[in-house]
């Protein structure tokens, strides 16, 4: 495969038939060595890794697993709204390109008619008050059909079982770097770019206003009416009690209150 996608993010794209995890991999790398925008992609990965320890199943070939690694100038505090990025991409991506209706599911997953098609999982490192490196892991379920997910079956889809068809997952993967570079860089460029991002995050959330249950790492739940995120990339739960509560992404999750019909 030629790489040739944006001006920073997929200039240069490292190929691997197996690893472990696309994250992983960059972290065994002198990190600091690594260009902005560099891309591990894997055909297939072991040890897939969801947030909070759950696990990413990709049927090797079928999927797209891959990581970006970006060195933004921003600081450490800024980095939660800054995780934001590749989610809206690619959720937009979904929309214009292939006339899918996806939407966010917070903090950082794709869902289309309640099934998910897409998750990322950030992860980062800081020196000082700076950010040093973000990783972001991207795994896309492209041309799994439906026996593909297994134990998945009933809350996995695929771009090939929605549009019917197989689709070439390079040009995928290529066209998707381009607007993802496309986007680093107009955030990069923004003054006001933690606005854009809080703007264009809750514009695509697909539970924006709907009731809505946060369980901790302990099962604990309260429900509320889901509010966005704000300029601190926390989410904003309005609570029976009209309290705003903010929850921050690390340990906690999101239940829709919604009934799956098939
Ligand atoms: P939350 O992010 O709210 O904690 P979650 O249960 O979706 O929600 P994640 O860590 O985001 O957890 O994602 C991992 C989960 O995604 C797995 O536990 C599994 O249920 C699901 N999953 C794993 N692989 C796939 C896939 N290829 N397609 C769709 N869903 C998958
Ligand atoms: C989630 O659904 O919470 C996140 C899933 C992220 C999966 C991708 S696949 C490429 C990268 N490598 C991993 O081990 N995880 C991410």
Sequence with gaps: MKSDPGQIIGHNIIYLESVTSTNDYFKTLD???IDDGTVVIAENQTHGRGRNGKKWISSTGKGLTFSVLL??????SQTLIFSYIPVITLTRFFIRHLN???GIKWPNDIYVNHKKIAGILYESASYKNSLKYFITGIGININQNIDDFNDLKSSATSV??????????????FK???EFDNDYRRFN?????????????NSLCQHMNSRVQIMDEKN???????????????ALIKTDRNIIKTVNID???????YVISD
């Design 251 to 257: 340990h906690f999750s999101l239940r829709e209150n």
């Design 220 to 234: 604990i739940k309260f429900f509320g009416i889901f509010k966005g995120i704000n300029r601190n990339g926390a």
């Design 71 to 76: 060195r933004p100038k921003i600081f450490s």
């Design 189 to 201: 460029n923004s003054a006001d770019w933690e606005d854009d991002v809080v703007n264009d995050w």
């Design 176 to 178: 998707f770097l381009k």
């Design 100 to 102: 899918i209706s996806a």
């Design 160 to 173: 090939a079982i929605l549009l019917k068809k197989s689709v070439d997952k390079e040009l995928f993967l």
């Design 31 to 33: 990190t600091e060595k």
